[in-house]
């Protein structure tokens, strides 16, 4: 089992940049791919990004390509999403999410994750 906290969101303008942080508990982080997810209200979760256990893959949704950038650090137990260039459109809760690396994996496909965070709210003013 992991428990997910994200950190980092808040209030921002159109084109600032802002880095989410999702930090886990427990000890075996480095058997989980994560992702990140968000959901704006009265939408559907979406997919944002995402990264294998090894952090040598990563995903991402064709919406915010070449603007985001997912990494994580393995001996702090984190996942990072770092965004550019935001836009209002990119207001909602986003969520981390981890995947138990020995199942099959769509890393797009918000239903095969395991565990999920409560949410950080990101709001973009324009």
């Known amino acids: 089992q992991v428990q997910l906290v994200e950190s980092g969101g808040g209030l921002v303008q159109a084109g600032d940049s802002l880095r989410l942080s999702c930090a886990a508990s427990?000890?075996?982080?480095?058997?989980?791919?994560m992702g990140w997810f968000r959901q704006a209200p009265g939408k559907e979760r979406e997919f944002v990004a995402a990264?294998?256990?090894?952090?040598?893959?990563?995903y991402y949704t064709d919406s915010m390509k070449g603007r985001l950038t997912i990494s994580r650090d393995n001996a702090k137990n984190t996942v990072y999403l770092q965004m550019n260039s935001l836009k209002p459109g990119a207001t909602a809760v986003y969520y981390c999410?981890?995947?138990?690396?020995?199942?099959?994996?769509?890393?797009?496909?918000?239903?095969?994750?395991?565990?999920w965070g409560q949410g950080t709210q990101v709001t973009v003013s324009s």
């Open positions: 427990g000890r075996t982080f480095g058997t989980y791919d």
């Open positions: 999410a981890a995947h138990v690396k020995w199942k099959d994996w769509t890393p797009r496909d918000r239903v095969g994750y395991d565990h």
């Open positions: 990264i294998g256990w090894s952090g040598s893959r990563q």
